[in-house]
């Protein structure tokens, strides 16, 4: 897997122009690459192109943008945007909208990511365990941050030894296994992802290794759905975690039910 993915030819492109700059930044700090290394890794260079495609989008649709006369693209762009607006609503209230930059941001990005293991000379940042695991410690950090925002760190904190609705003298039992819960969800978050993209993709190579071309297709189909299905779930989370941060006492019971549920479903 590995070697297939240092052989694409836009990773050695980017690792050729900026893998020397890379290696000379890093070398003040102990960091030294062997001569011929791959200075960038594969899910970098990944990470870079979705970065590079979506600011490429938004200049190219910017001028272009028109409330009286909206095209085809804008008008699937509001659908997204008025779907997730209303998705967090449900799931945190009227103040849900104010998370749609982060969470919109997570559920394109995590998409996007997933379908570029279906273009050919490309692959899924998300195959990588380093792209999962950072989305997930970028959701952990914001929805506590959140939290402490809205509640206030004393409160917030409390809230971890005595969740509502639970009696004061379970707080030595409950502390624990709180914490325990909250730094699982960034296990949870990554592995979920990492697994069933990575595993999509040995699936369509040894496939593709078999019968060239044609045994992959429908593989390669599922894993759209899959894909799709794995970005939708991580902007769920996300929101149902954002929803217990920020909720009041009488709405913890209900979001613990809905996060079962979210599990239960991915």
Known sequence: MDKLHHELWIV??????FGPLVAAAAR?????FAPGAQVIPDHVVMAMLIVVFFVALGLAIR???SIEHPSKFQIVLEDIVGWLVGMLRDNIGDKGPRFLPLVGTIFLYIFVANMFGKI????APTASLNTTVGCAITVWLYYHYQGVKVQGLGKYLLHFAVPPGSPAFIAPIM???????????????????FGNVFGEEMVVLILASIVPFIAPLPMMLLGIITGSLQAFIFALLTMIYLAGAVHSEENHEAHIHEEAHAHAVA
């Open 63 to 65: 001028s272009r943008l």
């Open 175 to 193: 502390l624990p296994i709180e914490i325990i819960s909250h730094l699982s969800r960034v296990l949870s978050l990554s592995l979920r992802l």
């Open 28 to 32: 003040p700090f102990g960091i030294e």
């Open 12 to 17: 050695q492109v980017v690792n050729a122009i």
């Open 120 to 123: 050919p000379g490309l692959m």
